[in-house]
């Protein structure tokens, strides 16, 4: 600690550099008296005061205040400008001058270039549109609701789900009169009124009401299909879908009512058929179409298997299992 001033410091030898400043006698700025420890720096403050300019630029003319402001200036002469801008390609000698020109979107792409998202290639209309857009390519979501403390990319995100919170719909559709938050949300659920399909699928040219359907429609078309069923040949992507399939050729009707003699394909049948004909009662079998559907893929494999072995013994000939 300063014994004089008792300002406090990490090390001793940063207060014993300190104490020298109270043994100096202090310079006073005779205009606002402030005050200084070197004679230069207090010329240099008084000339702040006035619009004496006393250093100029031998290139251009320009008058400055001080010979490092001068000294500054003169790099803007060089020909090499080495700090360039990522989005107008404008060249900078400066790097102080380059974080000026990119704050506060002072940064204005030439309007003969496209405005072009470099991650999608998505063309935009507006730099501001951009900046939005570039936010999904990102982990970022600087919009915090202090409710339930989630995130969100976007304000007008973040505004919407706060109106959740308080229960504020101010949309309205004219026809279910069904509320929303947002006003664009009522287009699309108008479709559902209107029967309107506007997105189209380019490989098959399915219609779809909504853009996100026709989109996860599309990578159907993009799945490899190499799994297939031995007794009509049909195709699927994945083994989940081809259990279920086996159901088909089966011909069974797995769910019973426990209460009259009537038998169902599926589960979700026996259980409407509980509810319509004898309320009150619950079905509570354990049996789900999944389970029904893996017993049915599992005695057709065993079956495969046991027509392959047969058919190794007896010389590969063609042998049907009774």
């Known amino acids: 600690m300063c014994p004089i001033c008792h300002k406090r410091f990490a090390s001793k030898s940063n207060v014993q550099r300190h104490q020298i400043l109270h043994s100096k006698s202090r310079l006073k700025c005779h205009i606002c008296s402030r005050t200084f420890v070197k004679a230069g720096h207090l010329e240099k403050h008084v000339l702040s005061h006035s619009n004496v300019k006393l250093y100029t630029c031998q290139d251009c003319g320009k008058e400055f205040k001080t010979s490092s402001n001068l000294d500054q200036h003169k790099v803007t002469h060089l020909a090499i400008k080495p700090f360039k801008c990522d989005i107008c390609l404008k060249q900078f000698s400066v790097k102080a001058n380059l974080v000026k020109h ?30 939005s857009h570039l936010r999904r390519h990102t982990t970022e979501k600087p919009y915090t609701c202090e409710m339930c403390d989630m995130n969100f990319k976007y304000k007008s995100t973040l505004i919407r789900h ?19 938050t947002h006003a664009g949300l009522i287009k699309p659920h108008m479709r559902k009124h209107t029967g309107e399909k506007p997105y189209q699928c380019p490989i098959c040219l399915k219609m779809f009401a909504h853009k996100h359907n026709m989109e ?32 088909i050729h089966t011909n ?71």
């Open 252 to 322: 069974d009707k797995p769910f019973s009512c426990k209460i009259c003699p009537k038998k169902f394909t599926h589960r979700q049948n026996v259980v409407r058929h509980y509810g319509r004909k004898h309320p009150g009662e619950v079905y509570d079998s354990p049996e789900t179409d999944a389970s029904v559907a893996r017993e049915a893929w599992e005695s057709a494999v065993l079956q495969r298997n046991l027509k392959k072995e047969l058919e190794a013994e007896n010389g590969n000939d063609e042998y049907v299992i009774p």
């Open 102 to 131: 990119q704050e506060k979107n002072r940064c204005k792409r030439p309007s003969d270039q496209p405005i072009v998202c470099n991650v999608c290639n998505k063309v935009f209309k507006r730099e501001f549109l951009l900046r």
């Open 162 to 180: 706060i109106q959740l919170h308080n229960g504020i719909k101010p949309y309205s559709c004219k026809i279910c009169k069904k509320r929303f």
């Open 216 to 247: 996860r429609h599309t990578l159907r078309h993009a799945k490899i299909k190499h799994l297939v069923c031995d007794i009509c040949h049909k195709k699927f992507p994945k083994e989940s879908r081809l259990v279920y399939h086996m159901r």
